[in-house]
């Protein structure tokens, strides 16, 4: 089987692929507050086109799927295309990234199909605070959500907090403990500056803030063995109490050396890199039945990855439009 390898010898085997660019909150770092011009649905790829492309990465080595949105739960059949591409392809790995609001109805579903793992956003414990950042009241549905999951088997569900000085940083404490207690793991994300978020420097926490506030909780120490999954973040251990939490540093320390991921659009546009403006169209090649074409494209784009996006600030993109 091929692998794929940029210019820079990293080898690109994860695709982040969003399936819609619809979702049901508007938070406030993702999207503006009166919401971004949603695609045309004649422009969104059809499913049997995301499988597809799906069959043709993995003819190219890679080995991990995530689907974001956009909420990925909105869509309609979301559980049936995974179980399709769970039969076809039964050897990668298959991950969601998702809000956690619609949980209750899926967890089990998903874990039916043999999901591997999931990714919940939430950034507060607070009821008004998740009102004022998500601009819904949905505090407690995510909370059955990830209640649902657990209970499942799905087994390795993170719970990811975007970290905002003056709204969220002092309820770490309060998050760890009912990450532990849900049987989850927690990460803490820097905030990054993307397009008409409310990100201001006044309100960013580095990660080495962030371990600051940890070391008052106790004595943390870097896990260089905890890899079950191949991202970005870096996990450390209390060597009191074994609690784990995960760290991304994606402002203060770029992980562009390790960088081993291609993110595919909604409607069906290949980005080599997260913050780099730069956009490919796959979808007229989805449709083209030569596959001969469509991996000659996506070898050619590959060689365009940069080494590194210096300023992250100067992308282009909604959050909402890419999932992350």
Known sequence: MAEVIDSYGRHLNYV????????????SYCMPPEGVQEIDHAEIMRYEEIL???????ELGVRKFRFTGGEPLVRKDIVSFLAELRFQLPDVKIAMTTNGFLLKKYAQ?????????????????DCDKFSSITRVDGLEKVFSG????????IK????????????????????????KKAGVLLRLIEFMPLQDSIWNEKHFISSNEMLRILQGMGEWKLE??????????????????GDRIGIIA????????????????????????????????LRALIRNPDTAKLKNAIFEQIKSKPKCWRDIRTGKSH???IGG
């Open 52 to 58: 597809r492309l799906c069959v043709v990465f993995r």
């Open 16 to 27: 982040r692929i969003s399936v819609t660019d619809r979702c049901n909150f508007r938070c």
């Open 250 to 281: 994606a402002v203060s320390h770029h992980f562009c050396d390790s960088c081993n991921r291609l993110r595919v659009s909604a409607s069906g546009n290949l980005r080599t890199c997260l913050f780099s403006p730069q956009e490919f169209p």
């Open 224 to 241: 260089d063995s905890f890899a079950f999954e191949d991202g970005p973040a870096k996990y450390y251990c209390n060597a009191k109490n």
């Open 319 to 321: 959050m909402s439009s």
């Open 109 to 125: 579903q998903l874990a039916d199909v043999g999901i591997d793992s999931l990714n919940i956003s939430l950034d507060t414990l």
């Open 156 to 179: 390795n569900i993170k719970i990811n907090t975007v970290l905002i000085k003056g709204f969220n940083d002092t309820e770490i404490p309060e998050l760890l403990k009912f990450s």
């Open 146 to 153: 990830i209640k649902a999951s657990v209970k499942s088997g």
